[in-house]
């Protein structure tokens, strides 16, 4: 029996599950009436015989950043939680791949089981079917997701089998008992065991991927995450190119832009650095922000002017912004430009303090109202 199952093995499930079971379409994820769209037909990324589509990518950004607790993420985050959320959908390739060429099948009742688990929130066919298609599913994708997650789960237990033994639990029982006196070995052995069960599970999920790398080479395909890779490791000139390709399917995106941009002044291609600039601050109007991780990016190339034009920017944008008004003076900091960072500094304190009057004007002038209405003895 598996216990614990991994949630990253259930991204699917975990993704649907949360909006079926309260009966919730999250708009800006999933957009589209028709069962996956055309972004179930682009392949962003394959590992073997598996594909991984534009759609799985989207369903575990939306699963990581749920998980992770966002409230709501920028724009640099994006990029950042698209790229693990890749990573996350290759390694379950890897399980997917090595389980199929092992002839392994999920158990039809487990299937149906969990199947019928989401299904039953709904008592009108029809609304179940609108339900699954809003997050690109007909009952037959979904019913495949299930398997696909099952088989990620279940088959490095059996690739690598595993058992618990009772000298295992005694010799856990012994390291907690050192910490927690009050606890028995009867009180404490379940817990003992799906501790034991989860790290068995991962050593044997490890040991498939071990396996499965040795003789398959992932290939990513999306722009996005090979742009946001090369920039990271300081590979400019391929940045230059997948910014390029990732802009043609955003060509209004102002934060595809303008990495591109800081790109081309990262070769020395000043001109088209120019040009794209040029574009993506028009695209950007006054959203703050942008120019904040404009002024960083340029920042962190050496530009010391064109780091200091967006910067100004943003804190001129940022009005009485203190958020947007310390990010500004944190990217000085970086920068190690600490005359603009001080003026920064001084106008938050000065805001501070406008704020601080404000407030002790308004609670003088509440207690003044109060007292006056006050009846007279």
């Known amino acids: 029996m598996i216990i614990g199952m991994r949630k990253r093995s259930s991204t699917i499930i975990a993704v649907i599950a949360g909006l079926v079971a309260v009966g919730m379409i999250v708009p800006m994820i999933f957009t589209r009436a028709n069962p996956g769209g055309v972004e179930a037909t682009i392949v962003v990324a394959k590992v073997g015989r598996e594909r991984i589509t534009a759609l799985d990518l989207k369903r575990e950004v939306y699963r990581l950043y749920q998980e992770r607790g966002y409230s709501e993420i920028l724009p640099d985050e994006y990029e950042a939680l698209r790229s693990d959320a890749l990573d996350n959908l290759i390694e379950d390739a890897y399980i997917l791949d090595a389980a199929k060429k092992a002839n392994y099948v999920a158990p039809q009742s487990d299937i149906d089981a969990q199947y019928e688990a989401q299904r039953q929130y709904f008592t009108d066919e029809s609304e179940w079917v609108a339900v699954l298609a809003s997050s690109g599913y007909s009952v037959k994708t979904f019913k495949q997701a299930i398997a696909d997650s099952l088989l990620i789960s279940m088959y490095p237990s059996v690739a690598y089998p595993y058992e618990i033994t009772d000298e295992e639990i005694q010799a856990e029982f012994?390291?907690?008992?050192?910490?927690?006196?009050?606890?028995?070995?009867?009180?404490?052995?379940?817990?003992?065991?799906?501790?034991?069960?989860?790290?068995?599970?991962?050593?044997?999920?490890?040991?498939?991927?071990?396996?499965?790398?040795?003789?398959?080479?992932?290939?990513?395909?999306?722009?996005?995450?090979?742009?946001?890779?090369?920039?990271?490791?300081?590979?400019?000139?391929?940045?230059?190119?997948?910014?390029?390709?990732?802009?043609?399917?955003?060509?209004?995106?102002?934060?595809?832009?303008?990495?591109?941009?800081?790109?081309?002044?990262?070769?020395?291609?000043?001109?088209?650095?120019?040009?794209?600039?040029?574009?993506?601050?028009?695209?950007?109007?006054?959203?703050?922000?942008?120019?904040?991780?404009?002024?960083?990016?340029?920042?962190?190339?050496?530009?010391?002017?064109?780091?200091?034009?967006?910067?100004?920017?943003?804190?001129?944008?940022?009005?009485?912004?203190?958020?947007?008004?310390?990010?500004?003076?944190?990217?000085?900091?970086?920068?190690?430009?600490?005359?603009?960072?001080?003026?920064?500094?001084?106008?938050?304190?000065?805001?501070?303090?406008?704020?601080?009057?404000?407030?002790?004007?308004?609670?003088?002038?509440?207690?003044?109202?109060?007292?006056?209405?006050?009846?007279?003895?």
């Open 174 to 377: 012994e390291k907690v008992a050192g910490f927690n006196t009050s606890w028995s070995l009867e009180e404490s052995r379940s817990i003992i065991e799906n501790v034991l069960a989860r790290r068995k599970m991962q050593e044997a999920r490890d040991a498939v991927l071990e396996e499965a790398k040795k003789s398959v080479t992932p290939e990513i395909l999306d722009p996005g995450v090979l742009a946001y890779r090369a920039y990271n490791e300081g590979n400019y000139q391929e940045a230059v190119k997948q910014y390029k390709r990732y802009a043609k399917d955003a060509p209004e995106d102002p934060y595809v832009l303008m990495p591109l941009g800081v790109s081309y002044v990262a070769v020395g291609d000043r001109k088209n650095a120019t040009s794209t600039f040029r574009k993506a601050d028009k695209l950007a109007g006054d959203d703050a922000y942008y120019y904040v991780l404009k002024g960083r990016m340029l920042g962190q190339q050496k530009d010391a002017e064109g780091a200091d034009e967006a910067l100004q920017k943003a804190a001129q944008l940022a009005g009485d912004d203190i958020y947007i008004l310390g990010l500004v003076y944190d990217g000085y900091n970086g920068m190690g430009n600490t005359d603009r960072a001080a003026e920064i500094r001084a106008k938050v304190d000065a805001i501070r303090e406008a704020n601080r009057q404000r407030a002790a004007e308004a609670e003088a002038a509440k207690a003044e109202a109060e007292a006056e209405s006050e009846p007279e003895e």
